[in-house]
Structures are given as C-alpha cells and as structure tokens.
C-alpha cells in the first residue's frame, strides 16, 4: 500500500455552529491517500456537518482546511470539486428528471466549441457502470430508480471525477447486499490508486473490512483516533456513546423454558411466488429472528403475519389458540399482533403528528372513553409511560412532532405504540435500519424485556449483527426458502453470513 505520510486533506481545529449552537468544537481530520479513514459517531456527532466543511459545502466558522499543501479558511463546493474532492452525501443531489447518462456527468459535461458531446456522456456512463458491475440502463430516467440505485448513480458520478478524497456519508444504507459489496471493492481500488478515502458508517462490521484508521466523533468532538487493527468494537462503540457498552454479543436468554406456546407459526405456507414451504414458529417469551438478505422473501414472510400478505399455500396460525392468519391490518391488531414496517416514514410513523399520538393510536379503543372519546392527557400519559423506558430523545413534550425526531427516537416511538397496545406478537422488520448504536441498544434491550415478560417477538432482519445480538433463535432465509434453523451457540456471525451467502 502506497502510504503517504502527508494528508491530501487536512482539516484543523474545525469550529460550527447552527443558530447559535455550535456542533463542532474545533475537530481535525485527516485523509491521506492510499487510506480509508472510517468515520463514527452517533446521529447528531456532527460527522455529516464535517465533511461538509471538508468538501466545501459549508463553510466553518473556525479552523483551517489544507488541500494538497495549500491552506483554505474557507472553501466552495465548487473549488473543493476542482481540487479533487467529491462527496457522496445522504441527500442525493441528482437531477431526478434528467438520465442516468446526463446525471452522471452532471458538473462536467464534455463538451466541444460549446456543444455538449451527447455520445461521450453516454459512452462515458456505460463505462462506469461497466465497471462498478451494475446492471443499470444509462438512459433511464434516475426519479424512476430504486434509492440503491440512485445512490449507485451518485457514486457514479463522483468516480466519473477521478477524485483524489473521495468521502462517503453512509453510502451502503440504501444499498443491497450485492451492490455493497461492488462499492468496497472499488473503495479498495480506489484505495490501491492512491486516493485518500473518508467513510462515515454505522456499520462497525463495514469499518473492520474497508478501514486503516478510525475517528470517532461524540457530540461535536473527537473522542478516539486510532489505526483500525489496534481498536475492537467494543472500544469503538465505547467512544461513540461514551459510556461501557454492554456487551456485544449474544443475548442472554429470557425464556422460562416452561411456557414456549407458539404465539405465531407458519407451516408449510406460501405466498406467490415470494416464497414457499416455510415452517417457523415463534414462542411466547422469545426473540426470533428471521435472517435474509434483500430480496430473500423475509419481508414478505412479515408481512403475511399482519395481513397485509395472503398465504394461499399452507398454513399462519396466530396466537396461542387457533385463531387463523388475519387478512388485514386491522384484525391483525385486533388478535394482537403488533408490527414495526421498516419504512418509518411512508408506513409506520405520522411524521406530522405529535409523539404522543404516534404512541396511542393503536390503543385508541383501550384508551377511548365511552368508545370514541380520546383525550390528548390520556395520549400524553400514554406516551410518558414509555419516554423514560426507552430514554426517547425528545425535548420531553408529548406534543412534539414526530418529524422532528432522530431516526432511532422515532423507532423507539414506534416501539412505544406497541408496547403501550399490550400485544401478545410483535414483528419488527429492520428495526435498527439507519438507528445509530446507542439507540440500538435501548431497542435490542426493549425487546428482550418485552420477551421476558411473554410477547413473542419476530425481528425480520438483513443484517448479521443484528441477529446475532437480539435473538434466541435464528432461522436463515435465502429465495424464498429457509435454509436454516440455529440456536444458542450455533448463531454465530460466520455461520450466519455463510448461510446467507448462497
Ligand atoms: P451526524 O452526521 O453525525 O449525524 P450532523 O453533522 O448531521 O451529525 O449534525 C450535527 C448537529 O448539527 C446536529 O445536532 C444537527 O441537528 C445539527 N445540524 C446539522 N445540520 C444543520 C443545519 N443545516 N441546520 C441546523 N442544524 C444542523
Ligand atoms: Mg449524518
């Protein structure tokens, strides 16, 4: 590896603030080439505003950025650009209504005596996405592309660029597991070129595979730098939320092992062609997992237990007597089953809606008077039964909007909703999808409680680690199928990747 001792980029004492807040206390950071720097912290450390005065997004209040040996206090996007400096950012900065081709080369179209050279914008995108391996068709129009793919065209279009720093800002969160894996190779390559390379993730198992270095960043400070072989991720996870970490393995278990009734089961069901000859059950007083990758049918397996799936083929039972599948949402909730979809936004939680509400509205008949009246004290008592348990981040007002919220806070809220319900089942489907790890932990922990007090808890996961952490027992799903069933000592990460893998 071509490691130069001087960093491309250079940030020193880097100082912001938003209205008066400031979210950066004078940080550094350092991208070298021929390096990965991998980029932590909780939701809110102030990593996205970092890199953005990096890349000359923002420009900082306090601090210096050096680029290739010349000294800047203050930087735009556009100069950043011609010095080398690209960034994959969260919000995409695409032109929905223009082509994957144009998009590509969107900022630096080739052009002649003034006109643009509509041939080598096409060939050029069919070259990159040639190389990072993806099947994705140059002339579509991007606001038709599935977000994976949109965040592919953006990191397309940076490569396209030739950067010396190239920085990605959670990159894989939308990515499938192939196209994850096509990213780190040509991070690696990258890498290998000489390119200094700066990574924010919350995926401490991505930070072991792609980083040399790691900087963790907590509330606006850097609380560890380190090369990445002398740090394990407890170590990792203690910087990030700056208290001990429980630890990072398996559960312990909660069961009684006198009362494991079936609370859910599914045998020999299927769904279209979704999947097929699923048989899986789920006990009182367990966490199960049910483990695939994108695109395996887990999430469609989920979907039947709340009725908004059919099973033509086989069986669902539902709950500890014979009640059959529910066919819809609504008697789902009625034979208590609660479900946490992973899309927060489009269709578990009322961004516009305070909290409060977000937690009562599936005990409204509980919590109604004469059937029909819902006070919002009764919603506020409600919501601050659940605040404290699961230390929800809000400002302490039921009234808050739920919009307003940190990703992870809103999860907990959602969380809270099905608690307060006294559901006897409850399915998550990526619970922890874009949860930073503190706020993961108090949801893991959440759930064991919840099984220990006798819910059945079913977690439909495409990560690893998270079946690792949170379950009792762990059933393995690859094309429609489930291949595997493990438990106690047999869940173990390698197995587990290994499994998926087919
Ligand atoms: P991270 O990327 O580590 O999650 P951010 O850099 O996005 O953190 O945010 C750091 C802090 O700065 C947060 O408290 C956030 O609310 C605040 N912040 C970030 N961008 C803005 C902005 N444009 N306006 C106001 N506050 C902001
Ligand atoms: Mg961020």
Not at 209 to 232: N, Y
Not at 238 to 262: H, K, Y
Not at 291 to 302: I, N, P, T
Request: with cysteine; proline share 3%; net charge negative.
């Amino acid at each position: 590896m071509a490691q130069s001792p001087e960093p491309i980029l250079a940030a020193r004492g880097v100082r912001k603030s938003f209205g008066g807040v400031e979210v950066l206390h004078g940080v550094d950071l350092d991208a070298t080439g021929g390096s990965v720097l991998a980029l932590l912290g909780e939701n809110g450390a102030g990593k996205s505003t970092l890199v953005k005065i990096a890349s000359g997004v923002y420009t900082a209040d306090a601090g210096t950025i050096r680029i290739g040996g010349n000294e800047y206090a203050s930087l735009t996007s556009r100069e950043a650009r011609e010095l080398g400096v690209a960034i994959i950012s969260q919000e995409f900065q695409d032109a929905a209504t223009l082509s994957v081709a144009e998009n590509i080369s969107m900022g630096s179209l080739p052009a002649s005596r003034g006109f643009v050279r509509w041939a080598e914008v096409r060939r050029r995108a069919v070259a990159i996405l040639e190389a990072l391996e993806v099947d994705i068709d140059p002339d579509r129009t991007v606001g038709d592309l599935r977000l994976g793919e949109r965040q592919i065209i953006e990191i397309a279009r940076a490569l396209s660029r030739e950067a010396r720093v190239l920085i990605l800002d959670e990159p894989t969160a939308a990515l499938s597991f192939h196209e994850a894996e096509v990213l780190f190779d040509f991070v690696r390559r990258l890498r290998a070129e000489g390119a200094a390379l700066v990574y924010i993730t919350h995926r401490l198992d991505e930070v072991e595979r792609i980083s040399d270095r790691v900087q963790v960043l907590r509330d606006g400070s850097t609380a560890l730098v380190a090369p990445t072989s002398e740090v394990d991720r407890r170590a990792m996870v203690e910087a990030m939320i700056g208290r001990r970490a429980s630890a990072l393995g398996r559960p312990a278990a909660v069961g009684n092992g006198e009362d494991d009734r079936p609370v859910l089961q599914w045998t020999d069901a299927g769904s279209s062609d979704y999947f097929d000859d699923v048989n899986l059950k789920v006990g009182a007083h367990e966490v199960v997992a049910l483990y695939g990758k994108l695109g395996s049918g887990a999430s469609e397996v989920a979907e039947t237990a709340f009725g908004l799936r059919g099973v033509d083929r086989g069986a669902l039972q539902v709950g500890a007597g014979d009640a059959d599948a529910p066919e819809h949402p609504i008697g789902a909730v009625n034979t208590g089953i609660g479900y946490l979809p992973a899309e927060r936004k489009t269709a578990g939680g009322f961004m516009v809606r305070p909290v409060a509400e977000n937690v009562a509205v599936a005990s409204w008949q509980r919590l109604a008077r004469y059937g029909f009246w819902i006070r919002k004290a009764t919603e506020a008592e409600a919501y601050n039964r659940w605040h404290e348990k699961l230390s929800i981040r809000s400002r302490n007002d039921p009234q808050q909007i739920m919009g307003t919220l940190s990703g992870g806070n809103q999860q907990k809220v959602l969380l809270a909703r099905w608690l307060e319900n006294r559901c006897d089942v409850l399915v998550l489907v990526e619970p922890t999808r874009g949860v930073d790890v503190g706020a993961r932990e108090d949801i893991y922990g959440a759930l064991r409680e919840l099984a220990s007090s006798g819910v059945g808890v079913l977690v439909v996961t495409s990560d690893y680690e998270e079946a690792f952490q949170v379950a009792d027992r762990v059933y393995v799903m690859t094309k429609g199928a489930i291949v595997a069933e493990l438990e106690g000592d047999e869940i173990t990460t390698p197995a587990l990747l290994e499994l998926a893998g087919g």
